[in-house]
């Protein structure tokens, strides 16, 4: 009884890697954000840019899409080490809304070739799909 209990506290291996690669993304948000790496920040007409749901934002209004993003991810990534619901909920509700603005771009890109939004796609649901997945067979272990 005492080895079950200890061992449901434990955080799963699979959620420590979905941690890990979110602080990577957490890391890609701040390089972005902060322009410390140039090449790092996507700039169009000298203005920051960003995507959300397919659509452009510009200037400060990127800016503080690039803080909100860090703060829901910092989140995430808080409420999966901890095994906390908001990690669960958010992590997923992050996953739905990605392949939503994928899905957008690729309808809103017509100078993108076919091929390349198409493989943008299956990447971006599959990836998702990984990860919903794998909260969802350990949804259980989440206070």
Same mark, same amino acid.
Request: charged share 15%; net charge positive; proline share 3%.
């Given at each position: ?15 420590? !890697? +979905?941690? @890990? ?29 960003? @995507?959300?749901?397919?659509?452009? !934002?510009?200037?400060? $209004? ?14 995430? +990534? ?9 990690? =669960? ?10 392949? !939503?603005?994928? $899905? ?31 909260? =969802? ?7």
């Amino acid at each position: 009884m005492e080895k079950s209990i200890s061992q449901n506290n434990k955080r799963p291996v699979a959620i420590t !890697v +979905i941690a @890990v690669a979110f602080i990577l993304w957490a890391l890609m948000v701040f390089l972005d954000f902060s322009e410390i790496i140039p090449k790092m920040s996507p700039k169009m007409n000298g203005m920051s840019v960003n @995507v959300i749901l397919g659509f452009r !934002v510009f200037g400060i $209004h990127a800016k503080i899409t690039d803080i909100i993003q860090l703060i829901l991810i910092v989140t995430m +990534i808080y409420g999966l080490f901890a095994m906390k619901k908001i990690g =669960y909920f958010l992590t997923f509700a992050y996953m739905i809304y990605a392949v !939503v603005s994928t $899905h957008s771009w690729a309808l809103m890109a017509i100078s993108t070739p076919t091929r390349t939004k198409l493989t943008y796609e299956i990447i971006g649901i599959f990836l998702a799909g990984t990860i919903c997945l794998v909260l =969802y067979n350990y949804r259980k272990r989440f206070s």
